[in-house]
């Protein structure tokens, strides 16, 4: 079960009350587990999911990162979540890392090993190249904490 809140600029949230939903448009998808929520705009898909009760360090760099127009934005806000992050934030950090240029993946997957160790079956490597099957491998494990 969800709730849907539709904003004045066409944005929408939804807030996920309970299950998990899967929310997918724009060739972009997030999993959105209950007590989490994700906000999309119109021609971006889904943004990142979040926890409803998430910092507010964490909300402001993720709204920072999903209005970021310039490069030097985008690596702020990455920078700003991964600092903000706790390890109930891997929903958000490992939603960021399958979205994430090659340049960015490094510290993401760092912070995320710190929480959650890498399949034994997946090579480092292929984390940080955005290898698809790697990164189901990971989430896999990881959706269990979600």
Not at 21 to 46: I, M, N, Q, T, Y
Not at 64 to 77: I, Q, Y
């Amino acid at each position: 079960m969800y709730r849907t809140h539709v904003e004045d600029d066409g944005s929408a949230r939804i807030e996920v009350v309970s299950g998990r939903v899967s929310f997918e448009a724009d060739g972009v998808h997030a999993l959105v587990p209950a007590g989490a929520e994700c906000r999309a705009r119109p021609g971006k898909g889904p943004g990142l999911p979040r926890w409803s009760d998430a910092g507010p360090a964490l909300c402001a760099t993720l709204a920072s990162f999903e209005d970021a127009r310039e490069h030097k934005d985008r690596t702020d806000a990455i920078a700003g979540m991964i600092a903000a992050a706790e390890e109930r934030d891997s929903l958000t950090l490992f939603h960021l890392l399958e979205r994430a240029h090659a340049a960015e993946r490094e510290p993401i997957v760092a912070r995320l090993e710190a929480w959650v160790a890498i399949p034994p079956s997946v090579e480092r490597a292929r984390m940080l190249a955005g290898d698809v099957d790697a990164l189901a491998a990971w989430r896999e494990i990881m959706r269990a904490t979600w």
